[in-house]
């Protein structure tokens, strides 16, 4: 349990949260009795109603509660890191805006900007700035494309309330965990000039459930059961499938998002043109995804994307560990009708 005062000193996020004079005293002190332990990438992550989520985004998720309010349009893709959120949302930028931005455009905005930019995180957005984001000048005033890593039940009461649709993906367990550490290790040493976390300690912490947004079968399940219970709020898709079948998924996803492709769009190939706009290939190999920086965090664009993969784990698992994950997976998911 963390002190006011080493708050202070060692957490300048969880300062400003209790600087804020617009929270009620009473969710001041609950959120500085929460379970804390030390970060991946920050010092520290907060278990907040079920999650670890850090520092700077447990700030960025109650701001971001209080303050946004959805609308029926929006359009939120949701994901737990390293599932496949810059290819998710290079998709949905794609798939949404084909009209304005044709994707055999030599100057489409996928070209020159990285996907993470084009599709603004919430709680990341709430989490740097007092006023609400402006999501709609993201996309030249086009529609608010917005992404999250929060769990279904931390988002915030008006997406439930509105229309808006959510796209959630999800991805095998034991690529996710080696995919994120890889990650995690890039990023501790280009923006916090940190050693490598060892490997079996980050499986052991995500097999416990302590690895940010998690434990992942809790985020996922959120979403999975959301998504057979009301369909047209909550798209639920898996990574490895779409790699399987990417224009089966791509035309579910226009179906799901009310924008499905005419015969003449078919006719003309669209859906292949994005799939390849956004394949791993096209997108790993533009400038901007090479040599440029995010607009978040400043840390390389390269680093989300290493070798998009099926199955890479095989690498970096041993057998214990790949036996230990496959059975927290079949004992979590008993019985919910979700299988990876
Ligand atoms: P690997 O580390 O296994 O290669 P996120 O976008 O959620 O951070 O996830 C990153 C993972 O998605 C990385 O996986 C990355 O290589 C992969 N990825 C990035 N762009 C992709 C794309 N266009 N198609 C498929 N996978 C992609």
Redesign the pocket.
């Known amino acids: 349990m963390a002190s006011p005062s080493d708050l202070n000193t060692s957490n300048s996020f969880m300062h400003q949260f209790l600087q804020e004079s617009s929270y009620p005293e009473e969710l001041k002190q609950s959120i500085i009795s929460l379970p804390r332990e030390e970060g991946w990438l920050y010092p520290h992550m907060y278990n907040y109603k079920g999650f670890w989520l850090d520092s700077e985004f447990l700030h960025g998720a109650l701001r971001c509660q209080k303050h946004f309010q959805a609308q029926h349009s929006d359009i939120i893709v949701c994901?737990?890191?390293?599932?496949?959120?810059?290819?998710?949302?290079?998709l949905v930028f794609a798939l949404t805006t084909r009209k304005q931005f044709p994707v055999s455009q030599q100057t489409h905005p996928l070209l020159t900007t990285s996907?993470?930019d084009l599709i603004p995180n919430l709680e990341f957005s709430y989490a740097r700035q007092n006023s609400p984001p402006d999501f709609l000048a993201v996309n030249n005033g086009l529609m608010r494309l917005m992404s999250t890593h929060l769990p279904l039940s931390l988002l915030p009461k008006s997406v439930g309330e509105s229309k808006c649709k959510l796209i959630y993906?999800c991805?095998n367990q034991k690529?996710?965990v080696?995919?994120?550490w890889?990650?995690v290790n890039k990023m501790r040493a280009e923006l916090r000039g940190l050693g490598e976390m060892p490997f079996p300690e980050a499986f052991e912490k995500y097999c416990r459930g302590a690895s940010p947004y998690g434990p992942f079968w809790d985020h996922l399940l959120g979403y999975w059961k959301e998504s057979l219970e009301n369909p047209r709020k909550v798209l639920f898709l898996k990574?490895e499938e779409?790699?399987e079948e990417p224009e089966v998924h791509l035309r579910r996803m226009a179906a799901f998002l009310e924008c499905p492709f005419s015969e003449e769009e078919e006719e003309c190939g669209v859906v292949g043109g994005i799939l390849r706009l956004?394949?791993?290939?096209?997108?790993?190999n533009l400038e901007v995804n090479k040599t440029g920086k995010g607009s978040y965090f400043g840390n390389s664009n390269n680093l989300?994307?290493?070798?998009?993969?099926v199955g890479?784990w095989r690498n970096h698992l041993t057998d214990e560990m790949a036996t230990r994950l496959d059975q927290i997976v079949e004992q979590k998911f008993k019985g919910t009708g979700f299988k990876f």
């Open positions: 994901t737990l890191p390293k599932c496949g959120t810059t290819w998710l949302k290079a996907p993470q993906l991805r690529d996710t080696v995919s994120f890889h990650f990574y779409i790699k956004c394949s791993f290939e096209s997108l790993s989300f994307f290493r070798n998009g993969k890479d």
